[in-house]
């Protein structure tokens, strides 16, 4: 939630969303764009007013001037949504390819993120884990793909918002639950794994050892 913006984020993200299919469908293509970037430079100015986090204001803010570029390219308001739709089939790609080469992006990421390691690759459970909730983070990117160039190919762009909203950070937050589940699966089976461990012997029971070891040891015979 922190690294979406929070509550606010979740609103502010869907703001130029619908600015623009609404300017859209009353004045036209053109106003429809600026008001987008208006929306979303009023965000991002908002945000430094109330010294909220910045990085989702500034991608959101990029993503939304990519997006309303290719619709001033293409001539066509569905082409706002192009961008997004071509980026789910990116992730949901990125996502499938770290399974196969068992570098899960979900474990990846968490564990990068705390500074966990890689320990977490050596345990085949907590690996397991971690792939199926990379493969739920794929399909959910998987389902975007499908259902909004569905919309697309149809000239839907009414539907194209409000899909882009629903299965935006509502459907990113059922994919965190998977993870949340991984991760704790992962932390409680690397606890249990350490505890099992014995503990490293010290220089000093090392020398202790060799002496018990070597002073019980039979003497050779002359």
Do not use: H
């Amino acid at each position: 939630m922190e690294q979406m913006g929070g509550v606010s984020g979740l609103f502010y993200s869907s703001v130029p969303v619908i600015v623009f299919v609404l300017l859209n469908a009353f004045f036209g293509l053109t106003a429809a764009i600026w008001g987008s970037i208006g929306s979303a430079v009023a965000i991002t100015v908002l945000r430094v007013v109330r010294k909220e986090p910045l990085q989702p204001a500034i991608s959101g803010f990029f993503g939304v001037a990519i997006a309303a570029f290719i619709a001033f390219r293409t001539g066509s308001a569905k082409g706002f949504f192009l961008f997004g739709i071509w980026a789910s089939l990116a992730y949901c790609a990125v996502f499938v390819i770290s399974v196969v080469v068992r570098w899960p992006l979900a474990g990846v990421v968490w564990n990068a993120l705390n500074g966990n390691g890689t320990a977490w690759r050596k345990d085949k459970p907590s690996r397991y884990g971690y792939d199926v909730a990379t493969l739920a983070m794929a399909v959910i990117f998987a389902a975007r793909f499908v259902v909004q160039r569905w919309l697309y190919d149809g000239n839907q762009t009414g539907w194209l918002a409000f899909a882009k909203i629903a299965m935006g950070y509502p459907l990113y937050a059922i994919g965190l639950l998977v993870v949340v589940w991984a991760v704790r699966r992962s932390d409680k089976r690397l606890k249990a794994l350490a505890e099992e461990e014995p503990e490293p012997e010290t220089d000093a029971q090392v020398e202790a050892r060799l002496r018990e070891k070597y002073a019980q040891a039979p003497t050779p015979e002359t």
